[in-house]
């Protein structure tokens, strides 16, 4: 049995696995604002029980112990989250009117550097950009509370099985059938990314940069080019979902109230994803929070985009609150 450390050097030693922390209880939660608060509520109850931790694991395996139960007890109290494609509606004409839903809890965006996916320090990521992907995330949401955490306990934090029973008083054959059961529920819902190739680095920035390009002067002709023949396009907390480059394009041509050289975008790093924080410019000449936009990226072209329309979150995604009217200074 490992010697009992004194409760003075608990935040010394729990404080390198916050981010980690944070990732897991992002995927558990779908919202990065409750994936912090849960892990605060960690944090809180590994202190109080910090003289009570024999050291028979981990610190790591001990948090994410505690951080899964916080989870767990957080989500008896709330449903899933979903995008508008895990509604169960089938895609919509874009010249209909926009159906907005804000009373729905939808799924959040996370930032890379919160979730300890952005590789600032290579000797030590974290968290993979897999699991955080947003489409990962939404299928997740599709599992009851408990499937969902013996699936990223086994699959991504790579536990034994018999650690996992441990967790929940149950036998190794229990967790095993319970994560097959999400396995299977997950490759039903799952994204469908088998097939999707990551560019490469150069033929990346030459898209985002076509991307940039297109939106910011609302080229109708240049977006439609820059979708997969099967995209998907859809703008939490509005309910539609929209596929292929045609209608893609008659939702932005007519439903997005931008003119050109009118928008302006950022770059930012989302869910293991390219992503960029779009702007409006406003009556006073700044640009002011749109949207923010979290982009799956097939080869050459965009394969998927999540608009989210909740001007909270560019503040977590560590975006400006306004950007200057041309010309002016910050």
Known sequence: MAEKQPVEDFPRLADPFRRELLAHCYRMLGS?????????????????????????????TWLHRIATNTCLDALESRGRRPLPTGLGAPSADPADDLTERQ?????????????????????????SRESIRLAFVAALQHLPPRQRAVLLLRDVLRWKAAEVAELFGTSTASVNSALQRARAQLEKVGPEEGGVVEPAEAEQRALLER?????????MDAIVTLFTEDAVWEMPPFTGWYQGPVDIGRLIDTQCPAGPDELRLVPAALNGQPAFGMYWVGEDG?????????LTLDGPKVSHVVAFFDHGLFKVCGLPESLPAEGAGS
């Open 32 to 60: 990065v604002h409750e994936a912090e608060d849960l892990v605060q509520e960690t944090y809180l109850r590994a202190w109080k029980a910090y003289e009570r931790f024999e050291g028979r694991s981990s610190m790591r």
């Open 103 to 127: 009373e729905v809890p939808w799924l959040e965006p996370v930032p890379d550097a919160l979730a300890g996916a952005d590789g600032a320090d290579p000797a030590e990521v974290v968290t």
């Open 211 to 219: 991307y940039v390009s297109a939106f910011e002067r609302k080229d």
């Open 286 to 294: 700044r640009f002011w929070p749109f949207n923010i936009m979290v």
